[in-house]
Nanobody, 125 residues
Framework: QLQLVESGGGLVQPGGSLRLSCAASGSTLDSYGIAWFRQAPGKEREGVSCISTGGYTSNLTEHVRGRFTISRDNAKNTVFLQMNSLVPEDTAVYYC??????????????????WGQGTQVTVSS
């Protein structure tokens, strides 16, 4: 059973940066497409970015284009989300999710098999 644990969230000023980590245990991430989602208070969950087993990436929202970068280190069994130029609208709980797949290019799936518990990101002065 794959387990995901997010970390790296916190309070940051507008314009600042954070790097979120999604660490996996129970299985290796090699065969999983990984996505980051976020949910702000009173809003629906929103896909942020995803990365395929082959390392292909995709932004799932235009709001983070040019500011957020997703990457994976299979040796560390971890996926990262580097977030730069943060704005208050980025405030949310950020979740990582995994989908077992044999497709090396696709990472945007309608359903994911495993979810982490989330990490809070607050952007405020």
């Amino acid at each position: 059973q794959l387990q995901l644990v997010e970390s790296g969230g916190g309070l940051v000023q507008p314009g600042g940066s954070l790097r979120l980590s999604c660490a996996a245990s129970g299985s290796t991430l090699d065969s999983y497409g990984i996505a980051w989602f976020r949910q702000a208070p009173g809003k629906e969950r929103e896909g942020v970015s995803c990365i395929s087993t082959g390392g292909y990436t995709s932004n799932l929202t235009e709001h983070v284009r040019g500011r957020f970068t997703i990457s994976r280190d299979n040796a560390k069994n971890t996926v990262f989300l580097q977030m730069n130029s943060l704005v208050p609208e980025d405030t949310a709980v950020y979740y990582c999710a995994a989908r077992f797949t044999r497709q090396s290019i696709v990472c945007d799936f309608p359903k994911y098999d495993y979810w982490g518990q989330g990490t809070q990101v607050t952007v405020s002065s």
